[in-house]
Every structure is written in C-alpha cells, then in structure tokens.
C-alpha cells in the first residue's frame, strides 16, 4: 500500500493543507476534482520534489526517504500528453530501461509487451512521434509493464482521445489487475472500473468510492528491483539531428583551433628577440659601401668585393662628422672559398692542446668559415689579442678553446680597375693560416654576417697584418678573367673600400637613414636595425592576423554557442523525464558532464594531433609544449562556454511558473 500524508502543497495560494490518501495494492485509483484543484500538481508531486511541496510517502509501511530511489524502483509515470524521450526510438525506449536493469531485451519481447496494450502493428525502429496520443499512452504502459512497476500514474489518459481510444485503454487497464493504478479523469468510462474513487474537496481527499476488500487484498510484498542509470551508456540516445549538432560543434572547435596554430606561430615569431638586437656590438655597427653598377641582391656585407669602388673624400668625411658616429674602420672578409667559384672550399685543420688533428672537407662553398676581424670598439673585446670563434663554428666542427685551427684561405692580393667596367678584378693567392682559439662568443656578443655564421674573429691588426704578409711565394689563384683584364691594364695593390661604422646606439637609426639619403649608390647594412624592422613587421603582421583570426573565430564561436543552445533546448524534455523515472539531478548532470568530456577529449585529440601535424609542416617542434598548451587551453575554454550555455538552459527560473493545477 502507498500512503501518502501530511501534504501541504502551496504555489500562490494553499492547494493542499494537511492532507492525507492511500492507495492500496492491485487497485485502480481515481483522483477527481474541479479544474484547478491540485490533481496535476500532486500527482507530479509524488515523482519530484519542489520547495512549495511537503509531504510524507509510505510504501508498505516503510517511510520513504530517497523519493529518486523510489520512483525509479517502482512508479510509471504517463502525463497528459503522453511524453517520451525525443532522443530515443520505440525500441530504444525499450533498450535503454533494458540496460537500467542489466538486461538485454530481444525485438520478439518488445513486440509482446506492446502487444499486451494492443500495439502490435508500430514499427519499433521509428519515433513514438509517430503514434496518436492514445498510442503513445498504450506505449508508455507498455514501458511501465515491462519494468514491472509497482504503481502507474496516469495523468488525464483520456485526455485528447476519442471512444475507440477510450475503450482500448479501459481493457488495458483492466487488464493490470496486479498493478496500483493511480488516475486523474473526467471520463464516466474509466471511472467505472476504479476500485476506489476520491475527491478533492477544500484542500483535503474525500474518499467516494471504496471498492477495495481489505479482507482479501493485504499489502503484497514487491520484489526488490535495482535499477542503475549509467550517464556512460545514456550517451548512445541521440536523435540524428543531436548527432550532427555535437558534431558540428566538434568540428567548429577543431576549426577554431587549427586557426589557433599559425596565430600561435605568428606571436612567437613577433615575440623572439633576436640576439643581434640586444646585442651591443651588433647594434653599433654599421656597414657601408660605394656600389658600382646595379644592386642585383640584398648587400651582404665583405661577400661582393669587385663591385665596390673608393667613397669620395667629401663623402667620407660628412659621414665622421655625423651626431652619434664614433669612428670609421676599413671591413672586408679572408674566405675559405674561392670568390671566383663559390662551391670551390680549402679543407681545414682542427688541433687540439693534445696535439690531436682533425681534418674537415668544406664543401658547403659560400657557407664555409671565414675570417672576420673585430675592433676596439667591439663590446665583445677582451684586449688580449685574441682569436674568437662564433658558437656555431664551435659547434658544426667540434672546436673548443686552446685549439687550432689550420687552412689554406683565399686573400685577395692585386686589383684590375677597367675605366670601361664599373667592377674590379681581384685576384687572390692561398695563404696558410693558423690560428689559436682563445674564446668562443655567444649569440649575445659576437657579431653576425648574413653570408656565413661560421666566424672567425681576429684582432683588426692581426687581421691586416695577414693581408698584408702575401708575398710571391704564395700560390696565385690565376682565372680567365683575370687574365684577361691583365691584357688591358697593370695591376695595383688591393684595396680595402668596404668600411664599418661604430655609432652610439641613440644614433644608430640617424646615421642610418641619412647615409641612404646621401647617394643611391650607397649601400648601408646594420643587423641591428635589418632585425628591428623586421621585428616591427613581425608585430604587425602578428595584429593584422590576430584580428581576422579573432573575426574567423568570432564567428565560430557565436555558430558553437547556437548550435548547443539548441541541442540543449532540444533535451530539456528529454531531461525532465529523466526526472519523472527518478533518475537523481545529480546523475543527469554526470550524463552531461561524461558528453562534455567526451566532446573535450576528442576536440583535444583531434587538437593535438593538428599541432604535431603543423609543427611537422613548418618544421620546428622547439615549442611543442607551448602548442599542445594552447590547444588544451582553448579546448578547455571551449569546454567551459559548452557547460555555461547548458547551465544556462537547464537552470531553475527563479520567477514563478504557471502549472496547471
């Protein structure tokens, strides 16, 4: 017997005051009363709880304390309209109270049960949608049988339906002679066959009819069902449009991530200081050059010898009398390739302090080492007159400090300067060359050339000394070229016309500019400002991309956000009868939150998986972590706008809502 006392149940007025009702075992029970009177909102009441609703349920004696528990064990609940889960399929329906049990249902069961309320012609792979009222009602009892359910509830079950309707479900009900059938209605028809009938008088149950022979009918002893509602296999109910909504929003989030990539790339890329451009040497040091004839590529400098020519004197002297300029030094390069054939390279000789030698084939022609000097005015400047290495020289050929390095390298030696020709000839000889590391320079210090980083720096006075030690002994390297410009002219000493200009770095940027404005045929190089414009480009590019990304994404987003908004309005139904089969509020949010890491960690995989994929195409995995963090952040971020949108769907209205009483 289900005993239901002390109910007080208020929403803007006193719809029940101390009210009591029992319902006694294989019975079928009417509740009849005026409209408004509370049969809706007490039958409700007895499925979920409500702030506005107290009252105390006994099932067999036994006060209920979990009422969840006990709907979920024991009460099938059919409402007016005969509501069932969108996101399920007849057969489904039957699946998923199959798997609550820990069973397995074949078609030929589902197909007897729906017999048994005269159902036996649907076709179970379709929508209840497509049953009349009265049907899908028939089907809901059908549902309640095979979970064998102590108690049915039926709401207005004649509601919306005609005589045929009306009589087919008088014989089902009938026919639940084992069930405690508890109804509301109107209709004579139906309450003809109830046992007991009661009304709804001043706020109280007034039994009129009591056809129940408590000699006969004691309270029958129901078997203990378990029930387990799993969030992990509820995850399969979905209708096909909520499939392609979730994965809509997965492919929209994947969108927005693969964006994610290059921007991330971009603001690392605007964010990377250069060395060169802290570099204090690098930064006061800047390159120049009187061109002869057309620029055919960017000036590299001390790498294209012959198509200089002397400064004027004039010019020379407006550039040392410029704000900022500390002095002026000649700047040229002693190569270990050959100048005339670039992919023509002298091996060298590494020996270490324990007189160990190693010999290196140079075959990388341009890119080979050479010899640079540095100057007084190099921050990098120890005075003690010794050779420094760059630490990529160190690095490619093994060299450390106490070594020497042995070579045979081209110095220029004589020049042929055509009237008719606007480029030089030089001529070069193979000098030997050693010479004794005393440091190894980081990136920090040492200064860069954009031919080769492989560099040897020396002391400027060791430097000309070497230039200047080339005698007849040393072996002429003699090309058609220069044998030809032999015919025409006499040779001359080579010159130095290529110089380096040690500026004040709050000057670096004037002297800059207004040497380029001198003569076009004045070629200026500084690796301090050619970075920091590049810098300043960088940093735009990375905000021009990170506004059409933000717009891109803008977009996406306001298409996640609609497409949950939606899925989630599309399942407020389905979640209300959760509730109505005493599935625990807490349990559906685990059924949202498992779709939510479901949704997280694919979007996060997938992610994931685009990052190597990129890091793979621009061949750089240096910030493998940063990506895959940036991934899981947006996805996280991702994940939380999903939950704040069905948080915001699925809450209580804190207003009062209209319930038909």
């Given at each position: ?18 009210a ?15 409209s ?6 007490f ?43 969108p ?14 049990k ?9 197909n ?44 207005e ?30 209709t ?29 009918k ?28 979730l ?17 991330t ?53 407006k ?15 002693i ?6 054939n ?14 160990n ?16 000097p ?17 630490s ?30 606007p480029y ?50 040393d ?18 000493p ?18 800059y500019?207004?040497?380029l ?56 139904e389905?979640i ?15 059924s ?6 479901v ?12 990052s190597y994929?990129?890091?793979?195409y ?14 899981i952040v ?28």
């Open positions: 017997m289900l005993e239901v006392k002390n109910i007080n149940i208020s929403f803007q007025r006193n719809i029940f005051n101390n009591k009702i029992k319902f006694y075992d294989s019975c079928i029970h009417a509740i009849v009363g005026k408004g009177s509370g049969k809706t909102t039958l409700r009441s007895i499925i979920q709880d409500s702030s506005r609703v107290q009252m105390e349920i006994s099932y067999n004696e036994e006060v209920i304390s979990e009422k969840d528990d006990f709907v979920r064990k024991h009460i099938g609940y059919v409402d007016q309209l005969g509501s069932y889960f996101n399920m399929s007849i057969k489904q329906h039957f699946s998923f109270y199959a798997k609550m820990g069973e397995k249902i074949s078609v030929h069961d589902i007897e049960f729906l017999s048994r309320v005269n159902l036996h012609h649907v076709n179970i792979k379709k929508s209840p949608s497509v049953l009349s009222i009265g049907e899908r009602k028939r089907f809901l009892i059908a549902l309640a049988l095979y979970c064998d359910k102590d108690i049915i509830i039926l709401d079950p004649t509601a919306s339906l005609d005589k045929k309707n009306i009589a087919l479900l008088k014989e089902v009900l009938l026919s639940l002679k084992d069930k405690t059938i508890i109804l509301t209605t109107h004579q028809e139906i309450l003809e066959i109830c046992d007991v009938v009661y009304r709804i008088e001043n706020q109280q149950f007034e039994c009129e009819k009591n056809d129940n022979d408590k000699s006969k004691e309270n029958k002893t129901h078997e203990i069902k378990n029930y387990r509602f799993s969030p992990i296999k509820y995850f399969q109910y979905k209708t096909p449009i909520q499939w392609i909504q994965i809509g929003m997965i492919v929209i989030s994947v969108f927005i991530l693969a964006q994610s990539l290059p921007l790339q971009s603001f690392l890329i605007a964010n990377t200081i250069n060395p060169q451009v802290t570099n204090q040497s690098s930064k006061e040091m800047i390159f120049l050059r009187n061109r002869s004839g057309q620029l055919y590529s960017i000036y590299a400098p001390a790498y294209e010898d012959e198509i200089i020519q002397p400064f004027s004197k004039d010019d020379m002297n550039i040392k009398d410029m704000e900022g300029v500390k002095g002026i030094e000649t700047f040229t390069s190569k270990l390739f050959n100048p005339h670039t992919e023509e390279a002298q091996n060298m000789e590494v020996i270490d302090e324990q007189e030698s190693t010999v290196y084939s140079v075959d990388e022609g341009s890119g080979a080492p050479a010899i640079f540095y100057y007084e005015y190099n921050d990098f400047n120890k005075h003690d007159q010794g050779v420094y290495i760059s990529w020289l160190s690095k490619i050929y093994n060299i450390q400090v106490g070594d020497t390095i042995k070579a045979k390298f081209y110095v220029p030696y004589q020049q042929y300067v055509l009237g008719d020709n030089r000839k030089i001529s070069y000889v193979l000098k030997e060359v050693e010479l004794k590391v005393a440091r190894v320079l980081s990136d920090e210090e040492s200064y860069s050339s954009i031919a080769t980083d492989l560099m040897i720096y020396v002391p400027d006075n060791i430097f000309n000394d070497i230039l200047n030690s080339v005698d007849q002994n072996e002429e390297i003699i090309t058609p070229g220069i044998i030809r410009a032999s015919e025409k002219v006499d040779p001359i080579y010159t130095v016309d290529e110089y380096v200009i040690f500026v004040d770095e709050d000057y670096v940027s004037d002297v500019n207004a040497i404005e001198m003569d076009d045929s004045y070629d200026v190089y500084s690796t301090y400002m050619t970075y920091l414009e590049a810098d300043v480009m960088q940093r735009e590019a990375f905000q021009t991309k990170l506004i059409s990304t933000g717009g891109i994404c803008g977009i996406g987003i306001i298409a996640f956000i609609t497409i949950q908004y939606f899925l989630m309005k599309s399942r407020k389905e209300e009868l959760l509730k109505n089969n005493g599935i625990k509020r807490k349990q559906i949010y685990q949202i939150l498992f779709e939510n890491g949704y997280f960690i694919v979007t996060c995989g997938i992610g994931l998986l685009l994929l990129y890091q793979s621009i061949e750089d995995f240096t910030n493998v972590l940063l990506f895959s963090g940036v991934i947006i996805s996280f971020v991702l994940l939380c706008v999903n939950v704040i949108v069905s948080q915001f769907i699925l809450k209580k209205k804190k207003h009062i809502k209209k319930i038909r009483l």
